[in-house]
């Protein structure tokens, strides 16, 4: 009896990020790899909170957009994405963005068009936009 409680005790646990993980802390820590410059693995079963800005902004004090162009993706592994009112936004960019088996609550994916050459917010001219398996409740 002695040596089975010895052995369960000493056995490895996995524990899972604590619930409300930050979708933001988890790009900006998120490794290139299979040809993303961010690919983001997400555990299933954990909630992820809070928006991601994916691409370049406007800067309005030099009137220039400032362009960020990476490849990201979600591998989401049924993860939940708690948005709190916020939005997955993919702007003025032409990388790929790609999302799949999670679940959105509380928000939205969105994507802002960007010309290429600055002359207008169109739709774009992107590489690839890809969504699977996700339900926005």
């Given at each position: 009896?002695?040596i089975?409680l010895?052995?369960?005790?000493?056995?490895?646990?996995?524990?899972?990020?604590?619930?409300g993980?930050?979708?933001?802390?988890?790009?900006?820590?998120a490794p290139?790899?299979h040809?993303?410059?961010?690919?983001?693995?997400?555990?299933?079963?954990?909630?992820?909170?809070?928006?991601?800005?994916?691409?370049?902004?406007?800067?309005?004090?030099t009137?220039?957009?400032?362009i960020k162009?990476?490849?990201v993706?979600?591998?989401?592994?049924?993860?939940?994405l708690?948005?709190?009112?916020?939005e997955?936004?993919?702007?003025y960019?032409?990388?790929r963005?790609?999302i799949e088996n999670?679940?959105?609550l509380?928000g939205?994916?969105r994507?802002?068009?960007?010309?290429?050459?600055?002359?207008?917010?169109?739709?774009?001219?992107?590489?690839?936009?890809?969504?699977?398996?996700?339900?926005?409740?």
């Open positions: 009896m002695r089975v010895l052995a369960l005790i000493s056995l490895p646990v996995a524990v899972p990020p604590a619930a993980v930050s979708l933001k802390a988890m790009y900006d820590a290139a790899a040809g993303y410059d961010k690919y983001i693995e997400l555990q299933t079963g954990v909630v992820y909170t809070g928006g991601l800005w994916i691409g370049g902004t406007f800067n309005r004090i009137a220039e957009f400032e162009n990476e490849d993706r979600i591998a989401g592994n049924g993860a939940i708690d948005l709190k009112g916020q997955i936004c993919i702007a960019t032409t990388g963005f790609d999670c679940v959105i509380g939205n994916v994507y802002r068009g960007y010309d290429g050459d600055g002359a207008g917010l169109l739709p774009p001219r992107i590489t690839q936009f890809s969504i699977s398996n996700l339900p926005v409740v």
